[in-house]
């Protein structure tokens, strides 16, 4: 039997999670031309809460009310385009991307969702022109470059495949050096439980000639240590 202790502890943990949800929307929203009433980005961050919470047809309900009273809330409208592509719903992606896209040419992100629907759908001619137009402005992108290594694959071209993922995974170092980064952070505020985590995930980045390698697995082992000994 839960304690009321619990239950409060518990409680207070959702409205903590609420409200980081929160601060995220408004953050997100800030660049909307209109302002947004504060009602309606509390649903938009409740919505959010549902999609993270895996209840797509919820998440869906939620959004879909929400854009009825506020068209061109477009970060509500770009979050049902992923609903609905989870939900198996690929046409009405494709019409949400599309819609976004055409208001807003620089939008790449949902330009991106177009491509993995194209590819989802077998449209493998429409995906590979898409994103040979999206390389041409960002070769470097760790996302385009994995999605073009996806179509290779869907093409049966093995050779292209592992060199577009190999390139992709080349940018595992950047993100391994967030890792570190935030594990030193951890490790200054006494928390080397977290460091530990954060300092996990950056080894499972790095590759087996990376120079980070073996600093990272000491530290490892010395953090290993500590958080035994608390």
């Known amino acids: 039997m839960r304690s009321k202790s619990d239950g409060g502890r518990a409680r207070l943990l959702r409205l903590i999670r609420f409200t980081i949800l929160l601060f995220g929307s408004l953050a997100a929203i800030s660049c909307v031309p ?49 609903v ?36 989802q759908q077998g449209d493998v001619q429409r995906a590979e022109k898409n994103l040979e ?14 999605l073009m290594g996806s179509l290779h694959q869907a093409k049966g071209d093995v050779k292209n495949a592992l060199e577009f993922y ?17 594990a030193r952070l951890y490790y200054q505020f006494n928390l080397p439980e977290r460091a530990l985590k954060e300092l996990r995930l950056c080894a499972s980045l790095i590759s087996e000639d990376s120079l980070l390698r073996e600093p990272v697995a000491s530290l490892m082992q010395i953090l290993s240590k500590e958080a035994g000994n608390k």
């Open 166 to 182: 190999q390139r992709a995974a080349a940018f595992g170092e950047e993100l391994a050096k967030a890792h570190l980064e935030s």
């Open 133 to 146: 137009e999206l390389l041409s402005y960002d070769p470097n992108d760790p996302r385009l470059l994995y």
């Open 84 to 119: 609905y592509y989870f939900e198996g719903k690929l046409s009405e992606a494709q019409r949400t991307f599309a819609g976004l896209l055409k208001r807003n040419a620089r939008y790449n992100e949902a330009e991106l969702w177009l491509v993995r629907i194209a590819l």
């Open 34 to 82: 209109a302002a947004v009433p504060e009602e309606l980005l509390i649903a938009y961050a409740k919505a959010k809460d549902t999609y993270l919470r895996g209840d797509l047809p919820g998440a869906e309900r939620e959004l879909s009310a929400l854009l009825a009273r506020r068209r061109g809330f477009h970060q509500a409208e770009f979050l049902l385009g992923k």
